[in-house]
């Protein structure tokens, strides 16, 4: 227990709530264990999400398994009220939901999609990913719409080195993802709203990008397994400039780059008895580019499960001064979870909470 102490007074170094910062930061990826154990990953993935999250834990996997069948829905408590406001049957196109957003003009629109099959085994790993994800929140006469969409398809290709034992773990994860993105903070309401007109316009960008991460993980040989990692992203920056026009030919810019960056985080995994055991961590985002976020708030993430036999889980955590929750009944080849998480998209005067919901069903052999 004495590292929990010392990684929350590491944490409290960074740790600021005097400022608030308006934009959501968001990732390339995000599961919902996760999400539900405070949105860490980094110390603490043990599946194949790892690919995406950090690569050198595909050295912590036991045996090769394949994911055939994983969708993931994410939604904001506002998104679900605006059913009344203005009903919508297509959460993930831009013209189906963003009425629904005038309707309720400054009521935050958040809806996350995607799927992940997979196969995974010891150190290796492919996987190809398709992920929705789109925000909007109308201005108060409902003429303009803060508005992010994101469409990404990408496929992933991850391998781990194991060294003295399996206490050193080195992985590296390729990644080529095909993005379709909006970032306009005031898209007129009234216009077209369809993707091949928006990307006429310049407002939809499109592109390919190749791009790579780096995974460490080191495990101390103790009891509790006390564990630190780290993760760099997007090595070198990943600009999304290759092969324009493959899913949207009347698009002639180009999404923003992703940016390299850091992401660190220290955990222990103590045994309680038998077929009881637990996860505990406490994570920091974005070293990298850390100067660029005045709310160093939304950087320290900390979460911690409680795993009953590998078939019942209870997760709980803190984000972005929100709590968090996730639960998880798993067997040999299904999965059911739900979690439950706070997002920050308040201003520097008066911070906000979205409440969101996760739900996610996989079928595994």
């Known amino acids: 227990m004495k590292w929990i102490l010392y990684a929350i007074i590491l944490s409290s170094f960074f740790f600021d709530l005097s400022e608030v910062q308006a934009q959501e930061l968001r990732e390339f990826y995000n599961g919902i264990r996760g999400l539900g154990m405070g949105d860490t990953s980094v110390a603490v993935v043990n599946d194949e999400t790892a690919l995406a999250l950090n690569p050198a834990a595909l050295g912590k996997l036991r045996d ?61 790993g492919i996987g190809i990913l398709q992920k929705y994800n789109i925000d909007l929140v109308s201005d108060a006469t409902g003429t303009t719409v803060n508005t992010f969409y994101r469409d990404d398809m990408a496929i992933l290709l991850g391998y781990n080195f194991r060294f003295w034992d399996g206490r050193v773990k080195v992985g ?36 390919v990008g190749i791009g790579g991460d780096v995974g460490l993980i080191l495990t101390a040989p103790w009891t509790v397994l006390p564990t630190l990692s780290a993760v760099l992203r997007d ?42 055991r637990s996860s505990w961590t406490v994570e920091y985002r974005n070293v990298m580019t850390a100067s660029t976020v005045s709310d160093k708030a939304k950087l320290i993430h900390a979460g911690a499960e409680l795993n009953f036999g590998d078939v019942f889980f209870l997760r709980t955590g803190y984000s972005q001064r929100y709590v968090t929750a996730g639960f998880e009944l798993a067997s040999e080849k299904f999965q059911f979870q739900l979690a439950t998480y706070g997002e920050e998209i308040g201003t520097v005067d008066v911070p906000k909470e979205d409440r969101r919901y996760v739900f996610k069903f996989s079928f595994r052999f």
Not at 252 to 269: E, M, N, Y
């Open 64 to 124: 090769f398994y394949g994911t055939i069948f994983d969708p993931e829905l994410d939604m904001g408590v506002a998104a679900l009220n605006m059913r009344s406001a203005k009903a919508y049957s297509q959460p993930f196109t831009l013209s189906d939901v963003l009425p629904a957003a005038v309707a309720v003009p400054g009521d935050y629109f958040h809806a996350r999609g995607q799927i992940f099959p997979s196969f995974v085994a010891k150190n290796f």
């Open 172 to 207: 590296f994860t390729g990644k080529v993802i095909s993005r379709i993105e909006i970032d306009d903070p005031a898209l007129s309401a009234t216009g077209p709203l369809d993707l091949p007109t928006l990307g006429t316009n310049g407002i939809a960008k499109e592109g």
């Open 235 to 276: 090595v070198g920056n990943t600009p999304y400039d290759k092969s324009p026009g493959t899913r949207l030919s009347t698009s002639s810019a180009r999404p923003a780059s992703s940016v390299q960056d850091l992401d660190v985080g220290i955990s222990i995994f103590p045994i309680h008895k038998k077929n009881v």
